[in-house]
Nanobody, 123 residues
Framework: QVQLAESGGGSQQAGGSLRLSCEISGFNYENYCMAWFRQAPGKEREGVAALDRDGGANYRYSVSGRFNISRENDKRTLYLQMDRLKPEEKGMYYC?????????????????WGQGTQVNVSS
């Protein structure tokens, strides 16, 4: 059974940090781009960070230098370290598997995704 289980969300003040985790099971994630995207109420999905099949990372321009995506293969877990958070980054954050390309667009078509974890950032 395919499952992506996100955790680690919460509330932070602007400038704070959170580390999101996504436990993956039920499929071979190495065949996909593994990514984090977010969605705020009334807004479209936004790609935040993605790892391609070779382990190369891509980031949304606005988070580059502050966010870091990584994967721990023995734990089958994807992470997103988020530092210096901004209020506009509030939203539901999801872990997803998608076909290439592993960029920050085309998050309307995904292969698998989880239930999300809420991130709140206050000013």
């Amino acid at each position: 059974q395919v499952q992506l289980a996100e955790s680690g969300g919460g509330s932070q003040q602007a400038g704070g940090s959170l580390r999101l985790s996504c436990e993956i099971s039920g499929f071979n994630y190495e065949n996909y781009c593994m990514a984090w995207f977010r969605q705020a109420p009334g807004k479209e999905r936004e790609g935040v960070a993605a790892l391609d099949r070779d382990g190369g990372a891509n980031y949304r321009y606005s988070v580059s230098g502050r966010f870091n995506i990584s994967r721990e293969n023995d734990k089958r877990t994807l992470y997103l370290q988020m530092d210096r958070l901004k209020p506009e980054e509030k939203g539901m954050y999801y872990c997803a598997a998608k076909d290439p390309p592993c960029g920050m667009s085309d998050y309307g078509v995904l292969t698998y995704w989880g239930q999300g974890t809420q991130v709140n950032v206050s000013s």
